[in-house]
């Protein structure tokens, strides 16, 4: 099925182009609510996600899930380290935060190791490409009056992977 994706990212000069990201609709990792092992994306993660590290992709982005939430570069449910700093394996950002205006169940309270970053808020992330890194933050939404967006999560600055 991803005959496209590894021929595509296997055409790309990485010397010329460090960093590769990939946009889809439903997350493979997400905490809330399991809305990644009901509705596809346990499928997609046990299809494509061994494609996607052999790849090395560096992000995922996506939406589907009503709130923000980062991982740490991880595998098969497993962090594989704790910093973005020539990593081992794919970060994921589901960023559905934008147009949620009827709210979300939120996040448990027994988060997974994984998970290094949430919010429940309407928001935005903001990603910075530069030759040597990507820069990520994720910024909640209120009112000007009320002193307009505000930094909800750092985020991270992420180096190429490892050659």
């Known amino acids: 099925y ?3 994706l590894e021929k595509d990212v296997s055409a790309v000069d990485r010397d010329m182009y460090p960093f590769v990201i990939n946009f889809y609709h439903r997350p493979m990792y997400c905490s809330n609510n399991n809305e990644c092992l009901n509705k596809g994306g346990e499928l997609l993660r046990q299809q494509g996600e061994q494609l996607m590290n052999d790849l090395k992709i560096n992000l995922v982005l996506n939406g589907h899930v009503h709130s923000y939430e980062r991982t740490l570069p991880v595998f098969n449910w497993t962090a594989t380290q704790l910093d973005y700093s020539e990593p081992s394996s794919t970060v ?15 996040f448990p309270t027994d988060l997974p190791q994984w998970s290094a970053g949430r919010a429940s808020e309407v928001g935005f992330g903001l990603l910075s490409v530069a030759e040597s890194q990507l820069k990520w933050s994720f910024y909640a939404v209120r009112e000007e ?19």
Request: no cysteine; glycine share 18%; aromatic share 10%.
């Open 145 to 163: 009056s009320q002193g307009g967006p505000y930094l909800v999560d750092p985020g991270f600055v992420m180096t190429p992977w490892k050659k």
């Open 92 to 106: 994921h950002i589901v960023q559905g935060a934008s147009g949620n205006r009827e709210g979300n169940d939120g």
């Open 2 to 4: 991803l005959n496209w």
